[in-house]
Structure formats: structure tokens, C-alpha cells
């Protein structure tokens, strides 16, 4: 499967993004999708992860209550709708999925992902 990631751009404080990742091919829900990022010296690091039919949702505590992660199976697209941005949401977001990662902490871990979106850009001003 193909990822590309879209949506990013520049915010204030406060304010609100949504990001999209469209995927090629028939097979869209049978992978678990996931949402990292990417900040300029650190890690890649977990953000949000959706089950196959969208049922199970799991979020990094840094984003928690400001973040949603949803799906449609019927467009091939998973979405990321960011609300109440913070200077330190500032990264490369990127998503992934994964064909056999399975569902719980697995879904944490970058290695357990198959497929990567090719990025998009989020900063946000204070």
C-alpha cells in the first residue's frame, strides 16, 4: 500500500489542524493505521493508532482529549483532526500502516508498522 500524508501547515496556538493520508489499493481495512511524528532532534515518536473498522482508538497522553483519529474504510483515508495545537505539537507528522501489528501496546511501536506516508509539516506559533 501506498501512504501520502496532507494537511499540514502553520497555526497559531490555540487553533486547529486536520490531516489526511490517502492509500492506494483495495486492502485499506485490513491494516491497523497509526499516526507518529517527528520533532527536529528527536525521536519518532506514537501520536494516535485506529483499529481496522475503526472500533478502537489509542492516543498518545500528550495528545489525549485534543487529538481524534478516524477512518473511511469507503475512501481509503485516515485522518487526524488536531484541535487546541501547541508549540510543541510542532513536527513531521507522519502515518503508517500495519498489516500485522495487531491491537494493543504494539500498536506504540514505529518497527511494528509496515507502510510510511512520506510526511507533512505541522508548526504551530506561540
Known amino acids: 500500500v501506498q501512504l501520502q500524508a496532507s494537511g499540514g501547515g502553520l497555526v497559531q496556538a490555540g487553533g486547529s489542524l486536520r490531516l489526511s493520508c490517502a492509500a492506494s489499493?483495495?486492502?485499506?481495512?485490513?491494516?491497523?493505521m497509526g499516526w507518529f511524528r517527528q520533532a527536529p532532534g528527536k525521536e519518532r515518536e506514537f501520536v494516535a493508532a485506529?483499529?481496522?473498522?475503526?472500533?478502537?482508538?489509542y492516543y498518545a497522553d500528550s495528545v489525549k482529549g485534543r487529538f481524534t483519529i478516524s477512518r473511511d474504510n469507503a475512501k481509503n483515508t485516515l485522518y487526524l483532526q488536531m484541535n487546541s495545537l501547541k508549540p510543541e505539537d510542532r513536527a513531521v507528522y507522519y502515518c503508517?500502516?500495519?498489516?500485522?501489528?495487531?491491537?494493543?501496546?504494539?500498536?506504540?511501536?514505529?518497527?511494528?508498522?509496515?507502510?510510511w506516508g512520506q510526511g507533512t509539516q505541522v508548526t504551530v506559533s506561540s
Open positions: 485506529i483499529s481496522w473498522r475503526g472500533k478502537s482508538t
Open positions: 489499493g483495495r486492502t485499506f481495512v485490513s491494516y491497523v
Open positions: 503508517a500502516a500495519g498489516a500485522s501489528t495487531g491491537w494493543g501496546t504494539s500498536v506504540l511501536r514505529p518497527r511494528n508498522y509496515d507502510y
